[in-house]
């Protein structure tokens, strides 16, 4: 009778939470799983059938394709795997330098958006929407074609105080190479860097004690500032040799150069995302209580300290995690490099997986390369975050 | 004695305003100055440049290939057609519903009226003028027709679901039919761009909401997996994933499938934006409160019952402007296809600059494809921010 209830009362195993969780996550195990391996088995019978293979061996054969913008030194002899670093070190290089630039163009275009200027802050607004409402490849075609290819010939270069050239094929600026004396030098602004660290932790220690510290800091900034200045005697003759540009026969030789490729992509990428930027940073500034800006003014700040020293860093809280956002859209939005012809991570990927005849090894190692990009930034963007907010009890 | 007093001089008026906005001080009077001084110089350049010297022939000679494509011009009724649908029942929907659905019955009517406007300067014919104001102007007749609540909701609501299917056939047709079949690689120009960003954001709606869904569940398994999609698509270029579609994703399906580039562009697409979708999603159904979960569980509904009748219908009204920007970004995403040789709108431009004829006119087709684009995005922006706070998103 007893056990008779028992099994009355006994969940049947259809309203069994456990066992319906059980089967509901198998069943989406399947419906993932089945697809991908029907989808591999299409893959094995394709590549054997046009004896592709599948493998990451072309990595040490030679690539054989020039590549115009490199940082490190690259050649048609190299192998695959340094025209993939080159790629890469590409992609990182203009997506660094443009956040860097966007970011302050953006902080410009955010504060002109709020300036108490109507013509300034119109104009910045119409900016933000034409940037905004017009798709970002079209804008690197026109930068690209419309700007950059309409300069001068080579023969005709407009010269930078004789020192740097600007022409359609790109921009030519002098390249530092280190002397015998550079490890010296390099010592003394180990030295230099060493002193601010120092000055601060000894001016916050007293500062908590209460104690003056403004000389201090004048000082340990002097400091910093000589250290490096007295190197560049103590190294012995100048530490660092510098290569000018020379307008040869067909190019110039000598130099650093920066293809019209990259220049139009940075240019295109930074103008892009300020737009963004400019309106997170709106956001930030206005999302401050009104009632802050009275009260630092009432305590008598100057406007630079009052932006500088209640606003800004009250507003960071808000712009960071947008700003995040957007710094990880400008390093994918670089993937558009392929449209002005600038070497980056995507446009080697697709040469490569054009002359090895390996898409799919090619695709894996250039999308698992973005990622790794996006959650690094994340990642030190998220690390910043933490710093900027404020620990509430 | 009710006599309102004049207000002090020198507070109201033109004069004011100018002293109050631009001459506030010595370093803004400077600035405004010189913003002047170069806005009027660089309107003089532009204005002489687009009056005196632009080639504006090269854009309305061409103007069907913007539009259509190849689509075949005696064919361009079926497009005028399909136009329709959505125009009728954006009116009908904007009377009974008001809100988002007003923003786009506006959008549509505008944008039509527009596309009469260009196509009566170029040699496509009347008929193509006649076809879109009559459209334009559909969208305001039922309009009027759905205030008067003619239509019941229901119906709307069904019209709607089927609207795009039929668009769909109706533009690509079936072979052996009077409604003769036309290829996707004839569909270009702003066709194609326009349905590319539609279809990816039609159906990578309800991919997104189960992606939300899933990343939100208590279950391991859903949980991890959505997360994993989500993350792994939201780290990657659209680039990349559309360069998957076309080259690699045939290695992957059986040899019998033979998807056109068209439809595998759709798709990864459709992909891409389904996991922007469910982070838009995820933000709404954060924005529920707990309250609501506990009731329906107190009510005795259960886990799926919940989130269709309570969580989602309020979720998903409140992520409708966060998906119209979505929106936005994916028809200027579109560009993109044109880096896997698709001819939308941009391309297309680039194929017209490729004529002998049009040699030199690069500044104009460029600028008349980013006005189109601009039109459009502007328009939708517009729309969508006066609707976000008509709904008081943000503020309630």
Known sequence: ?????????????????????????????????????????NFATATEERGLGFGFGFLRRQAGFEIDD???????????????????????????????????LGIGVGVARLSPNWLLSRLAAGYVELMRNTPLLLQLVIIFFLVFLQLPPVAE??????????????????????????????????????????????ARRREDEGRPVRR?????????????????????????????????PFNFSGGVEFSTGFAALLTGLVIYTAAFIGEVVRGGIQAVRRGQLEAARALGLSEGQVLGLVIFPQALRIIVPPLTSQYLNLTKNSSLAIAVGYSD????????????????????????????????????????????????? | MDEALAPPKGTIGPVAWLRGNLFSGPVNGLVTLMLSAALVWVALQVGGWAVSEARWNVVTDNLRVFLIGRYPGDLAWRIWLSLAIPSVLAGLSAGAYGRTTRMLAVTLSAVQALIAVLIATSPIG???????????????????????GLIPRRVLTAAWLVSLPTCFILIAGFTGTPLASVGTNDWGGLLLTVLLATVGIVLSFPLGVLLALGRRSTLPVVRILSTGYIELIRGVPLVTILFMADLILPLFLPAEWRLDRVARAMGGITLFSAAYVAENVRGGLQSIPTGQV??????????????????????????????????????KDTTLVSIIGLLELLSVGRAVLAQPDSLGARMEVYVFVAAVFFVLCYAMSQASYRVERALGVGTR
């Not at chain 1, 009778?1 to 319906?20: E, K």
């Open chain 1, 1 to 41: 009778m007893l056990s008779g209830t028992h099994r009355a009362r006994a969940v049947p195993l259809w309203r069994d939470v456990r066992a319906l969780r059980f089967a509901v996550q198998a069943a989406v195990l399947l419906v993932v799983v089945v697809p991908v391996v029907l989808m591999a088995g």
């Open chain 2, 294 to 331: 506990e009731a329906a569980q107190a009510l005795g509904l259960t886990g799926v019952q919940t989130n269709i009748s309570i969580v989602l219908p309020q979720a998903l009204r409140a992520v409708i402007p966060a998906n119209v920007g979505l929106f936005i970004s994916l028809l």
């Open chain 1, 216 to 248: 201090l800091r004048t000082m340990g900034v002097l400091v910093a500032v000589a250290l490096p200045v007295i190197g560049w005697f103590a190294a012995g003759g100048s530490p660092l040799s510098f290569d000018l540009p020379v307008l040869g």
């Open chain 2, 126 to 148: 009347i008929l193509g003028v006649l076809a879109y104001s009559a459209n334009a102007a559909a969208v305001w007749v039922a309009f009027v027709i759905g205030l008067r």
């Open chain 1, 70 to 104: 490199s940082l490190v030194p690259y050649s048609a002899a190299s192998t695959y795997g340094s025209a993939f670093l080159v790629g890469l070190l590409n992609t990182l290089f203009v997506s660094a330098v443009g956040i860097i630039l966007a970011t302050i």
């Open chain 1, 157 to 202: 270069s407009v010269a930078i105080a004789n020192v740097a050239y600007l022409n359609q094929r790109g921009l030519y600026v002098p390249g530092a190479n280190a002397t015998d004396g550079f490890a010296i030098w390099i010592g003394f602004w180990v030295a230099a860097v060493a002193a601010l660290v120092i000055t601060r932790i000894v």
């Open chain 1, 345 to 393: 991570l995507f446009k080697i990927g697709q040469t490569m997986s054009n002359q090895t005849g390996q898409p799919v090894p090619v695709i894996v190692m250039v999308m698992g390369t973005y990622l790794v990009i996006s959650l690094a930034t994340s990642l030190l963007m998220n690390l910043y975050n933490r710093r900027v907010q404020v620990i509430e009890r």
